[in-house]
């Protein structure tokens, strides 16, 4: 696991340096990594394995002041059965928390250094229409948890103007001052 999981990593990091690497070392190809990657499941909520495993690489890192970045988008608004998971997919879920209504916005949270350039999705939630600001807040406070439990600072939460956000940011007690 750990030698595929080195692969991912330096594929991810450098498509071109990792098939000329390929060349010289016995690593797995492209479309093993592919097919494997399929293996893993990702759902809606906050990923608890990523965030595991980012926690592990926080540990060794030198600065740990990151900033959260959370962004919502449009999504076409369709449903598909998923066979292996026996269950309708495009309904609106907020990690597990599912409603029969048809999502058509995702909104991602993300992590990124401060001091060094790195950046990980940590989460997603599909809605039905934007995500209501009481709801962004509940969201944010439970992002914010998580990513200081696993020894990350968080110094700066970025995202657009929106109404929710807005809204979140205000029921947060942001202000220009604070």
Not at 8 to 31: C, D, E, G, I, W
Not at 68 to 96: H, P, T
Request: hydrophobic share 40%; charged share 20%; proline share 3%.
């Amino acid at each position: 696991y750990s030698e595929k999981a080195v692969a991912l990593s330096l594929l991810h990091t450098s498509p071109k340096a990792y098939r000329m690497l390929r060349k010289m070392f016995s690593l797995p190809s492209v479309s093993t990594l592919r097919r494997s990657m399929k293996n893993i499941q990702i759902v809606p909520g906050f990923n608890s394995n990523i965030l595991e495993a980012l926690g592990r690489k926080v540990i060794s890192m030198p600065n740990k002041l990151c900033t959260i970045v959370f962004d919502e988008m449009s999504l076409k608004a369709e449903l598909n059965y998923n066979r292996e998971l026996d269950q309708i997919e495009g309904l609106e879920d907020f990690g597990g928390q599912r409603t029969r209504y048809v999502a058509n916005h995702a909104t991602v949270f993300m992590v990124k250094g401060l001091m060094f350039p790195w950046k990980q999705a940590i989460g997603y939630f599909l809605s039905s229409g934007p995500i209501k600001g009481s709801q962004l807040k509940t969201l944010l406070q439970e992002c914010l948890e998580k990513v200081t439990e696993i020894g990350l600072t968080v110094k700066v939460i970025v995202c657009d103007q929106g109404s929710n956000n807005r809204k979140a940011m205000q029921e947060l007690g942001v202000t220009e001052e604070n």
